[in-house]
C-alpha cells in the first residue's frame, strides 16, 4: 500500500509541476536501461551459460514484435533522429535475444545435487 501511494505521488508531482524536458529524460534513461537489460545482463548470462533458464520463447517473441511495432510508429509519426536510433537498437536487441532462445531452445540447465 505505501508503495502504490508514493508511485501515485511521484506520478501526480511528475504530471503537475515536473517540466516537460524532465519527462523527456525520464523517458530517455528507461530505454537506456531496457537497452542495457536486453544486452548486458539477459543475452551475456544466456551466451555465458549455453541456455536461456526459464526465458520464454513467445515472451520473447511478443517483446520482438512489440519492439518493431515502436520502431515502426516512430519512424512514422516522430521524425526525431535520438528516438528512431534508440528503438532500432532496442528492436535489434531484442532480435539477439531472439535467436538465443531459438538457439538454445533444446539446451537445458543441468543441476546437481548435493546432498
Known amino acids: 500500500m505505501l508503495l502504490l501511494l508514493a508511485y501515485g505521488g511521484a506520478m501526480f508531482?511528475?504530471?503537475?509541476y515536473a517540466a516537460a524536458a524532465v519527462v523527456s529524460v525520464m523517458q530517455?534513461?528507461?530505454l537506456a536501461a531496457s537497452i542495457a537489460s536486453k544486452?548486458?545482463?539477459q543475452a551475456?548470462?544466456?551466451?555465458?551459460?549455453?541456455?536461456?533458464?526459464?526465458?520464454s520463447t513467445l515472451?520473447?517473441?511478443?517483446?520482438?514484435?512489440?519492439?518493431l511495432g515502436v520502431?515502426?510508429?516512430?519512424l512514422?509519426?516522430?521524425?526525431?533522429l535520438f528516438t528512431t536510433l534508440s528503438q532500432t537498437l532496442s528492436?535489434?536487441?531484442?532480435?539477439?535475444?531472439l535467436v538465443l532462445v531459438l538457439c538454445y531452445r533444446s539446451s537445458t540447465c543441468h543441476h546437481e545435487n548435493e546432498e
Open 59 to 67: 515472451s520473447v517473441l511478443l517483446s520482438w514484435a512489440g519492439s
Open 28 to 30: 530517455a534513461s528507461s
Open 91 to 97: 528492436a535489434g536487441l531484442s532480435c539477439v535475444l
Open 13 to 16: 508531482l511528475l504530471g503537475s
Open 44 to 55: 551475456r548470462t544466456n551466451h555465458c551459460n549455453g541456455h536461456t533458464g526459464q526465458l
Open 71 to 74: 520502431l515502426f510508429a516512430s
Open 39 to 41: 544486452l548486458v545482463l
Open 76 to 80: 512514422q509519426e516522430t521524425g526525431s
